[in-house]
């Protein structure tokens, strides 16, 4: 099965709130990233958190990560109509060499 | 800069027949992946490459293969299409292979097998 698995699988919010999608892991980690995926384009790649890091900002985004309970939180602040996208985390375990991704959540922001 | 190409964006097939997607990396990545992208598996791993050696592979039947140039470009063949193999595919380039690059995705290649 697929190593991440992000709750909840569908969020929808009003202009200018927040949004916070978590993401739920199995094996220990070198890192974990996350993907911005607009309807039926590729995936954008938003942020990547070492696992001896806990808490990495850029613009909007607050990324955290808490490896004791394999789990991250991507924060979306002050949200725009242009945030809705589907949202992917990966990890990168620590043994073996690909990337695996969530089944994701879908934001929808409301004007 | 230019970013990751794929060609071509769609694509109808018959079911039995083969198809050819081709990825472009971005220039001066040396690592391309390959995903399949369905509503019901999500984003599931094909393989990796970097410099022209498949460093890895998904849990795939052998009827998907694909190979890298030597300028970083790469093909994916699926022989004997079925109708599962209708999807999103996306390929994804990186620096490097490892932990600490991210990746750069192309915009995919949407295969509908009929």
């Known amino acids: 099965s697929q190593q991440g698995e992000e709750d909840p699988q569908a969020l929808s919010i009003q202009e200018g709130e927040n949004a916070t999608m978590n993401c739920s892991y199995k094996?220990?980690?070198?890192?974990l990233q996350w993907y911005r995926q607009n309807s039926g384009r590729g995936l954008v790649h938003l942020i990547l958190i070492r696992s001896n890091e806990r808490e990495k900002h850029s613009g909007r985004l607050r990324v955290t990560l808490d490896t004791s309970k394999k789990s991250s939180s991507l924060l979306i602040t002050a949200s725009r109509a242009a945030d809705t996208a589907s949202y992917f985390c990966?990890?990168?375990?620590?043994?073996?060499?690909?990337?695996?991704f969530g089944t994701g959540t879908s934001l929808t922001v409301i004007p | 800069k230019a970013g990751v190409t794929q060609t071509p964006r769609y694509l109808i097939k018959t079911r039995g027949q083969q198809v050819t997607l081709s990825c472009s990396p971005i220039s001066g990545h040396r690592s391309v992946s390959w995903y399949q992208q369905t509503p019901g598996q999500g984003l599931q791993f094909l393989f990796e490459y970097f410099s022209e050696t498949q460093r890895n592979k998904g849990n795939f039947p052998g009827r998907f293969s694909g190979r890298q140039f030597s300028n970083s470009r790469s093909e994916m063949n699926v022989s004997t299409l079925e109708l599962g193999d209708s999807a999103l595919y996306l390929c994804?380039?990186?620096?490097?292979?490892?932990?600490?690059?991210?990746?750069?995705f192309g915009s995919g290649t949407r295969l509908t097998v009929v």
């Open positions: 094996t220990s980690i070198n890192n």
């Open positions: 994804a380039s990186s620096l490097r292979p490892g932990p600490n690059y991210g990746y750069t």
């Open positions: 990966a990890t990168d375990p620590s043994t073996g060499n690909q990337f695996y």
